[in-house]
């Protein structure tokens, strides 16, 4: 598999992981619906910048944008980055309620 095919299995792969519709991802990297679908089907080329922005958006590393698992030797990696994505879930949605309870006490 080339990186660019990697790339594209890894964007898709993480933004279901997510829950997340194209758009939503689009609206979150601040990005028109079209550009995510360009990217996904291999047409759009994104830069550096916004390879920053989609890794944001998916609560993860740039890196794992690149990252090919079936290259693992074992399965230690994968279950480390299962608890990670556990952990980033978890204090997205600790984030999220704080963001919340914080704006009901500034009204």
Known sequence: MDLDQLFIRNVRKWRKY?????????ERCNAAHSYIRQIESGSGHPSFAFIGKLADALNIDAYQLFYDETMELNGQASQVKYIES???????KVNRELDTLIDKLKK
Not at 18 to 26: C, M, N, P, T, W
Not at 86 to 92: G, R, S, T
Request: glycine letters at 6%; charged letters at 30%.
């Open 18 to 26: 997510r829950g997340f519709s194209q758009k939503i991802l689009a």
């Open 86 to 92: 556990i952990k980033a879930d978890f204090l997205e």
